[in-house]
């Protein structure tokens, strides 16, 4: 069982950066692969960043490369990290850390855990 907690979201103008954190519970966190994701309002869950278990590889969904950082923390705070930068305001939702045990393929599902969201809004 991981619990996850996001955390770092707010307000920032068009331009700015954020870095969200996203804390597990947990000794085995070192084990799973994370993935960012983002939610606007009417629109569908969608995949923003991924990292494996060990770090060795990541993934970005195109709309944010180049801009966005995944990275993560197994050895001293069970902690991954999204930094932001360049923001637009069409990167406004709330944005879900996620959690998976098994790669199973894909980037994108099949996540086992997932946090209560954090809101980032970008003003033009």
């Known amino acids: 069982q991981v619990q996850l907690v996001e955390s770092g979201g707010g307000l920032v103008q068009a331009g700015g950066s954020l870095r969200l954190s996203c804390a597990a519970s947990g000794r085995t966190f070192s084990t799973y692969h994370m993935a960012w994701f983002r939610q606007a309002p009417g629109k569908e869950r969608e995949f923003v960043a991924g990292i494996l278990w060990n770090g060795a590889s990541t993934y970005y969904a195109d709309s944010v490369k180049g801009r966005f950082t995944i990275s993560r923390d197994n050895a001293a705070k069970n902690t991954v990290y999204l930094q932001m930068n360049s923001l637009k305001p069409e990167d406004t939702a709330v944005y879900y850390c996620?959690?998976?045990?098994?790669?199973?393929?894909?980037?994108?599902?099949?996540?086992?855990?997932w946090g209560q969201g954090t809101q980032v809004t970008v003003s033009s």
């Open positions: 996620a959690a998976k045990l098994s790669f199973r393929g894909s980037w994108y599902s099949q996540y086992d855990y």
